[in-house]
């Protein structure tokens, strides 16, 4: 275990979500522009309009600042953030999905070549030429996505990989045929929507008339497709995650709502720019951009809740214990030797004081026993992200006499989280355990 | 706990997919690549400002070129970045990710700052190219001064890391725990300035190549690009010698212990980096004649001091008993040779996109392409439908073999 991250009011693992759903508008505007790009700039050759050049111009430059810019960062801040937030469950994919990662590199490399040499060779070289740095930029970021479905299916159902440890039988799993075609489908609804806001930009109002009925056209055909594969997603995801979609309801009650409110605004709002395209301005382009964020960030906190209670599916929790053996990988679970000698004997950084419970320490040995083991998807403020105070206030334990009653009644809890479906047992000594309960009740003011 | 054992402990269990020693190689060589961009990131960056702020007009004209400059140097820096960053995590984890954590508010604020950094990089580069006046030079200095503070919490952090014995002293006071991630807690000036003063050699190596590749160009005025060559020449001289003074108080840094400058590593790329310093030298004569031997001289010379950082590493490490070369291995040769294959075709298509780039460049007006580029072009789209093919046929493989 790793020192842990505390962020007021949220978890390192919100800050990892805020940074994992951002990133989602400018790689996705990256696998899918140029496809749109190269649809426009042929056109334009073919039928001799430069006036839609104009927009191949800016839609470039979008993508060159925004994806590859912002884009590019955000993508490293996701390794910081899950480096930061869950260090065990980043070293775990790495270790395991390392090439899978630097193969994704080498079609990154062809993409950020690609595009500052797509974008500064535009009226530079010959035609030919310049669509054929287009396909390869549009086809090798297409790649890039062949590759991290692979990992991010993974992350929600390992197939075969817990018992031969094989690469391609983790990547290649049940939902990974699903995944890459919800993806490849909804890619275009963010090309579309951000070339309508380019296209709000162009002085010439045949080419933005034809840009975004054009784009609006692409964006209804992505939102079809993509919620056809989602809905196959969603049916390929086995049995017991499945369960906890259902449960996301419960958890986060507005996800549901969000997917479909941004999906019904998405399709009217293209509806409406491919009936009037030259009455659209920038203001609601830009929110249309903001409602695909909502929609976007709802299906991946989905996509994030359906791995509980897992960061690595029947390998690791989200707590970072390891949980099941992987005979394969001659790796073995955790769980057993900490239940014996203690979590805050066997993690790392724990001061030494805290090492053994006993009198005089055991609110802050609880208080270390939450942050190594609890951390990671609670705060412990009053109000925050899944706040433990309002948590367990929310278990309605009865006001008793002696305080020693309430403890034991939370700690009883404890010994049940194993039962939640989205839980990681508990994992300690029976003496942490009722540290940890002293601490829990400590904050949550019970009466 | 023995610092040894945590170590050991905190390695991930899963083991690496192939030979540590492969992966230190990548490690090696793309964080060569990498500092060679930031280096040349930095000090455009810098010269941009500095040249805008100018009254000369040659530093005017100088400024936008290398505003723009800064962008793609700046897009290469993180792009040759992201290898390195991973092949890290896979051998030195626990060393990385303790070091991260213990300054987490840092770390996620590195990537604040460089999105900042950049996006202003950015908007100095097009505001100067929409003929804004000085006032956007703020713009620049801000950018400048963001992309110095990364280099500090880069710093911070790949200094941290070399020290685990000191870790829990800076997470616990008592029995408390830091968990705010609010502090860096080591900086070694010397260590610092030796990844920074390059920067000014490095760039002005790339202004003596800016000389030699735009040299045959008609639009392009001779006494300008002279000056252009003199002027990086005389800087990557300077900077090379101060560069050389900074590399023997580093070395006086280091713990005695290690006997670090009997180290052949560190003494290749001493040796390198004088001959460096000699052949700048030679140079300023004609500095767009020996652009190019300077330039693969100097990225030489960048690659002697990598391994020697490695070395330095190993250094820090061993003192814990901690050797990349005990990891378990879980040999995965599918996945290896996927990454293999993938690298060599990457090699053909990057090539392809830099040829078109580089030869485009040369011209000053439309250009188009020859018989072998239009080939090689086709050849790229080729490859990378084929890489899809196989891969895709691989996927349905396995698909029916574990699920129908």
Redesign the interface.
């Known amino acids: 275990m ?5 962020v007021p009011g949220l978890t ?1 693992g919100i ?1 990892l979500a805020l ?1 994992a759903t951002f990133h989602m508008l400018p790689s996705h505007l990256s696998t899918s522009a140029m496809w749109f790009n190269l649809y426009v700039e042929t056109k334009a050759y073919r039928e001799n309009r430069p006036e839609l050049l104009e927009f191949i111009r800016k839609y470039s430059l979008m993508i060159l ?1 925004f994806s ?3 884009g ?6 996701i ?3 899950a ?2 937030a869950n ?2 469950g ?3 994919l ?10 994704e ?6 993409e ?3 595009i ?2 797509y974008y ?2 535009l ?4 035609r ?2 310049h669509l ?2 287009g ?2 930029f549009a ?2 970021s297409w ?1 890039t996505m ?1 590759i991290i479905v692979g990992i991010l299916a993974f992350m929600v159902s390992p ?2 990989w817990p018992a031969t ?5 983790g ?4 939902t ?2 699903p995944h890459l075609l919800m993806r490849t489908s909804l890619m275009f609804v963010v090309a579309a929507t951000y070339a309508i806001a380019v296209a709000t930009k162009l002085t010439d109002d045949s080419a933005r008339s034809f840009i975004t009925r054009k784009a609006a056209q692409w964006g209804i055909g992505g939102l079809i497709l993509g919620s056809g594969f989602t809905f196959l997603f969603v049916k390929s995801v086995p049995s017991a995650a499945s369960g906890l979609i259902g449960m996301s309801a419960f958890l986060l009650p507005g996800l549901k709502t969000v997917m479909l409110a941004s999906l019904a605004l998405l399709l009217l709002y293209f509806v409406f720019a491919n009936i009037k395209p030259l009455a659209l301005r920038m203001v609601p382009a830009i929110l249309a951009i903001v409602v695909l964020f909502g929609g976007i960030w709802s299906i991946e906190r989905t996509r994030e809740l359906i791995r509980k209670p897992y960061v690595i599916p029947q390998y690791m929790y989200s707590n970072q214990i ?1 949980g099941k053996d ?1 005979p ?5 679970a955790e769980t057993k030797t900490i239940n014996e000698k203690g979590i805050l004997k ?1 993690a ?4 030494e ?2 090492r053994d419970v006993r009198e005089g ?1 055991v609110l ?1 040995s609880g208080r ?1 026993t939450a ?1 190594i083991l609890c ?1 990671s998807c609670h705060t412990f403020n009053e109000n925050g992200l899944r706040p433990m105070p309002q948590m367990i206030r929310r278990l309605e334990f009865k006001p008793h006499a002696e305080a020693a009653t309430e403890i034991g009644e939370i700690a009883g809890f404890i010994d049940t989280l194993g039962d939640y479906p989205y839980m990681p047992p508990f994992a300690g000594t029976d003496a942490e355990k009722n540290a940890l309960a002293t601490y829990l009740h400590s904050i949550s003011r019970i009466r | 706990m023995d610092i040894g054992v945590m170590l050991k402990t905190l390695q991930d269990p899963m083991g690496v997919p192939f030979y540590p020693v492969v992966f230190q190689a990548l490690l090696v060589l793309t964080f060569a690549l990498h500092i060679l961009f930031v280096n040349f990131a930095i000090g455009t960056s810098f010269l941009s400002v500095y040249g805008h702020l100018k009254r000369d007009e040659r530093w005017k004209r100088l400024s936008g070129s290398l505003a723009r400059a800064t962008t793609v140097n700046v897009s290469m820096a993180m792009l040759l970045g992201v290898a390195p960053l991973l092949f890290v995590q896979v051998l030195y984890d626990p060393f990385w990710y303790a070091s991260n954590n213990l300054s987490a508010a840092w770390v996620m604020g590195f990537i604040g700052i460089m999105m900042l950094a950049y996006s202003l990089a950015y908007a100095f580069y097009l505001g100067k190219k929409s003929g804004k006046g000085t006032g956007i030079a703020a713009y620049g200095i801000v950018s400048f001064a963001l992309f110095l503070l990364a280099g500090v919490i880069m710093h911070a952090l790949g200094y941290q890391l070399l020290q685990p014995d000191k870790w829990l002293s800076w997470y616990a006071k008592g029995n408390s725990v830091d968990t705010s991630g609010t502090s860096l807690h080591a900086f070694q000036l010397p260590r610092f300035l030796h990844f920074l003063v390059p920067s000014f050699s490095m760039t002005g190596i790339f202004l003596m190549l800016y000389a030699w590749y735009f040299k045959n160009r008609e639009d392009m005025e001779k006494g300008y690009l002279d000056w252009v060559g003199k002027t990086g020449a005389e800087m990557a001289f300077l900077f090379t010698a101060v560069q050389s003074i900074i590399g023997f108080w580093w070395l006086l840094a280091l713990p005695g212990e290690f006997r670090f400058f009997a180290n052949p590593f560190l003494l290749a790329g001493a040796v390198l980096g004088v001959a460096l310093l000699f052949f700048l030298y030679a140079a300023r004569k004609d500095p767009a004649k020996f652009a190019v031997p300077v330039g693969v001289a100097a990225f030489l010379a960048i690659l002697g001091m990598a391994c020697a950082r490695e070395a330095l590493r190993m250094k820090y490490a061993g003192r814990f008993a901690y050797s990349i070369f005990d990891y378990k291995v879980n040999l995965d040769l599918g996945s290896t040779a996927l990454f293999f294959s993938t690298f060599a075709m990457g090699l053909v298509i990057v090539s392809y996109l830099l040829a078109v780039a580089f030869q485009s460049g040369r011209v000053a007006g439309p250009y188009v392409a020859g018989p072998l580029l239009q080939k090689w072009g086709r050849a790229s789209i080729v490859l990378l439908l084929l890489w899809i093919v196989v891969v895709a046929g691989l996927g349905i493989f396995v698909t029916v073999k574990n699920f129908l």
């Open positions: 790793y020192p842990v991250w505390e390192a800050v940074m600042v590859y810019v912002l590019s960062l955000s993508g490293i801040g390794w910081y953030a480096t930061v260090p065990r980043i070293s775990g790495i270790h395991n999905y390392v090439w899978g990662w630097a193969t590199w080498i079609f990154f490399l062809i950020v070549i690609g500052f040499t500064y060779t009226g530079k070289v010959d030919k030429t054929k740095i396909w390869i086809i090798g790649t062949i197939g075969k440890g094989n690469f391609f039988d990547f290649f799993n049940q990974y045929w390891i992987i394969s990988k001659n790796v073995s066997v790392a950084f724990v001061p004081g805290l320490n802050e270390m942050l951390s």
